[in-house]
Every structure is written in C-alpha cells, then in structure tokens.
T-cell receptor
Framework: DTEVTQTPKHLVMGMTNKKSLKCEQH?????MYWYKQKAKKPPELMFV???????INESVPSRFSPECPNSSLLNLHLHALQPEDSALYLC????????????FGQGTRLTVV | AQSVAQPEDQVNVAEGNPLTVKCTYS??????LFWYVQYPNRGLQFLLK??????LVKGSYGFEAEFNKSQTSFHLKKPSALVSDSALYFC??????????????FGTGTKLQVIP
C-alpha cells in the first residue's frame, strides 16, 4: 500500500465552525507533514511530525491545530478560519532521512465562507 | 538559505517532441534533489530524485533528469512528450535550514502543456 488517504476531499466551512481534516498512511513512514497550497503555487510547509512528535511548526496561526494520534494517522483541526485560509491542504509522509521522497495524499479542497 | 528556481512558468511542446523543464538550485552541502508532478486537483506525485552517483537519473513515466553540479542545475527531460504529460511540475531540494532541521524547498512550478 503506497497511498496516503485524506478525508474529506472537499470541505466548506463557516468562519465560526470547527472541523477536522484527516490523513492516513500504512507505509510505516515515521515522518508526516501538512502542507497548504494555493492555486498555481508550490506547497507551503505547515507542520512536520517525526515519530508522532511535532518537530516543525512553520509559524502557523493557532487556528490550525495538528494532532498525531498514532504513527499512521495525522489530523488537522480547524477553528475560526478566515476566507484567506481557503486552499488545498495536502498531507504527506516519508521515511526519515535526507534522501527520501514524500508521498502525498490527493488533498482536501477547503473553502471558508 | 536553500532555494530552487524554475525560470519558466509554462513550457509548450508538441506531442512526440522532446521536452525539458528547467531547474536550478542553491543549497549548502550535498544536494538532494527531487521532481514531482501534480495533475489538477490532485496531490504531488514523486517522479525521480538525485542523491549521489550517476548524473543522469531515470524515473517514472519515461522521465529523466540530468544533474549538473557546476551549473547547479537539475533539468527534467523526456525524449518524446505525450499529451497526458500535461501537468504542473515542481523541482525541490532538501537540505538543512538555519534552524537546524531538514526542510524541503519547492520551486514555483512549471506548467507543461503538450500540444496534440
């Protein structure tokens, strides 16, 4: 199984809502990532988990809250988002090490209204 | 600080012709270089990587890339383009950032349009 599965595929939420994005992989990867991607732009790193511990937070606003319940799952909890947070949110995983490629999910298209 | 430049926003090529998508990089230490492809409304898919060894790297779907240390380039190539190759291509470099942790830096992306 070489897939990273993200749910939901699409999400529309109001600025007062609370929602969660989910990501799952069964490749035994110990590094997992959240990226934000705007249209026709490269992915921007948000968070990195290594061995289920948060290792990198790229100064992301607190309205985004990551969680890694176990080595296969990664969540992104959303609260009080702004319309400018509308984007494609990508989850990825990889083995540890500089020479390893990342496997990406197909993303969640988030629209904040 | 590490960086990746993809000088062309878009590359147009006729089906059957060879294609090149350009990438140059800047990184301290050994470069770990990657190419990814993204189809509309999808995540990124890994194509190939350069770690060490041969300067010509072969990857998925008939793509290859040539690593040139003196020119700090890692151009993506394919001998014969297919219409189905039309997508957004990202070059990336992995290195150590000033904060002391590994980071992947993506280029701005090049849209490849293969014309039938």
């Amino acid at each position: 199984d070489t897939e990273v599965t993200q749910t939901p595929k699409h999400l529309v939420m109001g600025m007062t809502n609370k929602k969660s994005l989910k990501c799952e992989q069964h490749m035994g990867h110990r590094a997992m990532y959240w990226y934000k991607q705007k249209a026709k732009k490269p992915p921007e790193l948000m968070f990195v988990y290594s061995y289920e511990k948060l290792s990198i937070n790229e100064s992301v606003p607190s309205r985004f809250s990551p969680e890694c319940p176990n080595s296969s799952l990664l969540n992104l909890h959303l609260h009080a988002l702004q319309p400018e947070d509308s984007a494609l949110y990508l989850c990825a995983s990889s083995q540890e090490g500089m020479n390893t490629e990342a496997f990406f999910g197909q993303g969640t298209r988030l629209t904040v209204v | 600080a590490q960086s990746v430049a993809q000088p062309e926003d878009q590359v147009n090529v006729a089906e059957g012709n060879p294609l090149t998508v350009k990438c140059t990089y800047s990184v301290s230490g050994n470069p770990y270089l990657f190419w990814y492809v993204q189809y509309p409304n999808r995540g990124l898919q890994f194509l190939l990587k350069y770690i060490t060894g041969d300067n010509l790297v072969k990857g998925s779907y008939g793509f290859e890339a040539e690593f040139n240390k003196s020119q700090t380039s890692f151009h993506l190539k394919k001998p014969s383009a297919l219409v189905s190759d039309s997508a957004l291509y990202f070059c990336a470099v992995r290195g150590w950032n000033s904060g002391g942790y590994q980071k992947v830096t993506f280029g701005t992306g090049t849209k490849l349009q293969v014309i039938p």
